[in-house]
Structures are given as C-alpha cells and as structure tokens.
C-alpha cells in the first residue's frame, strides 16, 4: 500500500516512513522544507492539484506548526497550517478515496488534565493557539467522518523522543549536556510527569491504524508503558550514558509552569482495539538516541 505522509522532513515522520518501509509499505513523501513532492498544505493548488496527481492509498498527516512559542507569536500561522492546513489534506483524502486517513492530533488538547491516566473520553482544556488548532482539526476530520464517511483516525501522543529530534527538546538536550559532562538544566525542578516513548513505537501505532478496522472513527491516546517525572527521565540519561553531570534545579521558567503538570496516558483502548504491543523500551530507545547524538554532534 501506498501511504501519503505530509511533514515528511520532521522527526516523528522520518521514524513513521522509516517503520512503514520495513513493513511493506511504500511512503509517498512531502514536506514544505523541500525534497520531493515539496509544497504547503495551505496551498490549495499544490494540496489538490500535485499531491492529487499522485498514487496512495492512505494519508498519515503528520505537517504542522509544532513550536508552541512560535504559536503564541503567530497565532493566525498556526491556525492556518494546522488547521486549515489539515482541512485541504482532509478534502484531498475524499477526493482520491483513500482507505484511510490517520490524523496526528496531540496530548495538548486535554491541557493540564483534571486526573490520571488521561482516557480518550476526558475533556478538553486547551491553554494556547497550538493545543487550539489541534482541536480544531479534530473537528475537521470527525466532520469528514460523520458527513462523507472516510475513514479516519486520531492520535494524541505524548512526549516522542528519538533520532532526529530537534535539539532544544528535553531527551536530546539532556543527551547532549550529560555526553558533555555539563549540567542538566531542570526547569521548576524536574517536577513535571508524562511517558516518554520513543518514536519508532509511534510508527508502529500508525501501522495498526492503517490495518485495522477497528480503528476507524477513533481516537487513540499514545505514550510509553512508563511514567516518570522529568527528574527522573534526566537521571536515567544520566545513568545510561555513564555521566557525571550535575542535574541543576532551575525555578520555572513562567509563572503558569509553578505547578507541576502532571499527565499521563490511559493506552488500554489502543491496546484491546489495535492489539498493539510496544516494540522498543525506554532503555533501548534513550541508548539509541544517545547514541546517534554521540555519532551526529
């Protein structure tokens, strides 16, 4: 099958292409920074004209503005890319009659959650214009469903880590620093919770969207099998890399970062409706970026 995967250049996506490759699809490409079939989903001649050109079966929509500083700065960009954005590739999943349509939503919609394990079913709190366009978008693709029947999917996914990630996110930045034997900066200590997982396991999600039924209509929360607080996921780098660096409690970098946020996935529905198994631990997927940062620095 051939699987249309916008957002190509980004490192969630490289991950998603690189895990549907192994597993015998074929991954038709595009991003706005450039390479093949390069062009903006806010375009609508490039969406329906040359992407619309193309062959696939399915469309894993990966492009947006993910940068929530940068949301915050340019709230009508953000909304027009993830949004509106999102809108076209919907429209041009209709328009080639895909067999599905697997929308890469995020955790951010739920906010700072009410109570733990978050399940698909808790409300949305969305603080700031990136966690808005996500749940916008959401309504768009549920839109598609209700009205025209196409088979889509949402993902919610916590925090990724792996090769390629940008280098001011937390895994790399304390990669980075404890490879180098400088201190790991702790903002607000440390105190936040969530459950890492390394991309590859995502790409894995999206390959059982993609085959099962039972996924259609749905939305999905993802995250690793271990939740840990941001301290914790410091000193387990820490130790993984045979580091001396000192871990620096830092104050909060905001007022609105005093709280701690803590939020974790409830994963059972994706397990019981996708029979989905976790490929690779913590562990080996904290080694294996290290690794590649200790190759690529």
Known sequence: MKVLVTGASGFVAQHVITYLSAHGYESVPTDVSGGKNAGSVTDRSFVFDELGRLDFEAVVHLAGIADLPKTMENPYRAFEVNSYGTLNVLELALRKNVKRFVYASSANVYGAPRSNPVNEEAAFHPRV?????????????????????????????????????????????????????????????????????????????????IECDSAVGQAFNFGGERTLTIRELAELIKRLTGSKSELKMLPPRSKSESEPQVSYPSTEKMKRLLDYEYELDLETGLRRTAEWLKSNS
Do not use: Q
């Open 129 to 209: 214009p990136y966690d808005f366009s996500k749940v916008a978008g959401e309504s768009f693709v549920m839109g598609y469903h209700t009205a025209k029947g196409l088979p889509v999917s949402i993902t919610r996914a916590w925090l990724l880590f792996g090769e390629h990630d940008a280098p001011n996110r937390a895994v790399p930045r304390f990669v980075t620093a404890c490879l180098r034997g400088e201190p790991v900066k702790l903002f607000n200590s440390g105190r936040d919770t969530t459950a890492p997982s390394h991309a590859e396991n995502y790409g894995r999600l999206i390959s059982r969207l």
